[in-house]
């Protein structure tokens, strides 16, 4: 199928809606994976903390919190639409299936982002520019060896997530 008409196919398929409230869910689940991996010493990564700072760098603590709170929300919601016109795209027949799907989803996903984030933390965020951050190190590994595992398997459970229930709600 080209482009053209695959995208005309999903527009008549695709509940906008639906997917923005799945990636909202998987992109708390998420949280919980990444926050999880903090609390146990297996990273040193904030995800909150690291995204609020790079746009409020000397704000007060909620507020950069809140700020990074939002920022991963509306990546969720963005996410959730990618990954429901992707589940349309494969026509995943059951909600084993779209869970199955949104974990391979999500696993090519995190292992994109661990490769990409060192490098755009590196060039755009100013407290890693200034050294009042560390530098996140190849794969994100300066941050704890452990790290690279816990992004993937957080992005793994976000497409997990968001698939199962996307498909349970369009059905």
Same mark, same amino acid.
């Given at each position: 199928? !080209?482009?053209s ?7 008549? !398929?695709f509940?906008?809606?639906t997917a ?6 998987g992109a708390v +689940?998420m ?9 146990s010493? =297996?990273?040193? $990564? ?8 790079m ?6 603590n909620s507020?950069v919190?809140g700020?990074?709170? $939002?920022?991963?929300l509306? =990546?969720?919601?963005?996410f959730?639409l990618?990954?429901a016109g992707l589940?349309h +795209? ?6 084993? +299936?779209? +869970?199955?799907?949104g974990a391979?989803f999500?696993?090519?996903h995190?292992l994109s982002?661990a490769? =990409? $984030?060192p490098?755009m ?7 890693v520019?200034?050294?009042? $951050?560390?530098?996140p190190?190849v ?12 992004i993937?398997?957080?992005h793994v459970v976000?497409?997990?997530v968001?698939?199962?229930?996307y498909?349970?709600a369009?059905?």
């Amino acid at each position: 199928m !080209n482009t053209s008409l695959l995208a005309v196919s999903l527009a008549g !398929n695709f509940e906008a809606g639906t997917a923005i409230w799945a990636g909202l869910v998987g992109a708390v +689940a998420m949280l919980a994976v990444i926050y999880m991996g903090l609390a146990s010493g =297996m990273t040193s $990564m904030d995800l909150l903390r690291t995204l609020g700072t790079m746009v409020a760098p000397k704000a007060s603590n909620s507020v950069v919190y809140g700020v990074g709170l $939002m920022m991963h929300l509306m =990546m969720g919601a963005a996410f959730g639409l990618v990954h429901a016109g992707l589940l349309h +795209a494969v026509d995943v027949g059951s909600d084993g +299936a779209a +869970a199955g799907y949104g974990a391979l989803f999500g696993g090519v996903h995190g292992l994109s982002v661990a490769v =990409m $984030m060192p490098i755009m933390l590196n060039m755009m965020h100013p407290l890693v520019r200034s050294g009042d $951050m560390p530098a996140p190190g190849v794969a994100m590994t300066g941050l704890g060896k452990m790290t690279p595992m816990g992004i993937v398997m957080a992005h793994v459970v976000f497409g997990l997530v968001t698939g199962a229930i996307y498909v349970a709600a369009v059905g």
